[in-house]
């Protein structure tokens, strides 16, 4: 190749890296029942009656009807993962599903991520359970290169903020009920910031319940409509 041949970078471009940490980066999936005003507080039973909340287990009238088509896609919810648990939703977990894991098959045997600053491997007797303490071990978790396994958050309200606020959310699995409470903890509280999100899965049962997928876009895009 003579040097008229020789091609020479355009100054504008740069190069891009792509390591086996990027390609394999493991991701936060935020799954939460929520209503129609955003309230994600007690939708089982009354297990968070703070801020005196009197409205605990407001999702359940809504599953004695729910379809063949919402059961399969719950069961996708309930596949293998990493849990990463707020204190709280570890407590109630930590008491019901070691002795309950024929109702979700795999929990008792995959690791349980818990954010807290109070609690260690002595406080639990439940197997698999690791205690963090900031988000830059949360980071970590993702960029580690020996697991790929996903990780779920489920409730956790404080937690699922202060991932919101640090922008560790990939994706959101989200069951929105027909209902409005007017107060309680909310999905989207202090923590959140302007972000883009992509629907990639949905459903809509015959009572009225939405399911929807989504992954996490970017940036929030602004513009003129009509212009």
Known sequence: MGPSQVIK????????????????M??????SFMTLDGVMQAPGGPDDESGDFKFGGWSAPYFYEADAAAGAFLEKHMKPADLLLGRKTFDSFAAFWPSHGELWPGINDITKYVMSTSLSKNNT???????????????????????STDIQVHGSSELVQTLFR??????????????????GKKLFGEGTIPAAFTLTDSLITPNGVIFANYQR???VKTGMIGG
């Not at 303490?133 to 970590?140: C, E, G, L, R």
């Not at 640090?166 to 409470?181: A, C, R, S, Y």
């Open 166 to 183: 640090h922008d560790q959310v990939n994706e959101l699995w989200l069951k929105i009920f027909p209902i409005t409470l007017g107060k």
């Open 217 to 219: 876009a970017g940036a």
């Open 26 to 31: 493991r991701k936060i999936i935020v799954l």
């Open 9 to 24: 970078p355009v100054p504008a471009c740069r190069p891009v890296t792509f390591t086996l940490k990027n390609l394999h």
């Open 125 to 147: 007797e439940w197997n698999n359970c690791i205690f963090l303490n900031s988000v830059d071990q949360v980071k970590a978790l993702k960029n580690s290169s020996e697991n």
